[in-house]
């Protein structure tokens, strides 16, 4: 979360000098600006693909459980 406050924060920056009337905002706070966004970008990619494999396992163990339990009692559904 200090990754998306920061690059929130550098954002914010960048909107502060455009409406301050500056028609070119200082190229230091830009290139923070768009560095955070590409490491966020970074870090979401990495982040999605993690979602993507809990998924597939969770499914995974979904159809164990499903099976194990038309064996176990017909087609009833499990009960906790």
Known sequence: ???L?????AGRAVQRAVAAGR?????????AARRRCDE?????????EKVGE?????????????EWSQAARGHQLLKF
Do not use: N, Q, S, Y
């Not at 966020?40 to 999605?48: A, C, G, I, Y």
């Not at 809990?54 to 499903?66: K, P, S």
């Open 5 to 9: 406050d920061a690059a929130a924060a």
């Open 1 to 3: 979360m200090a990754e």
């Open 40 to 48: 966020l970008e970074e870090k979401v990619f990495v982040l999605d």
């Open 54 to 66: 809990l998924h597939r396992e969770l499914i995974g163990v979904r159809m164990v459980l499903l």
């Open 23 to 31: 028609p070119c905002p200082d190229t230091a706070v830009v290139a």
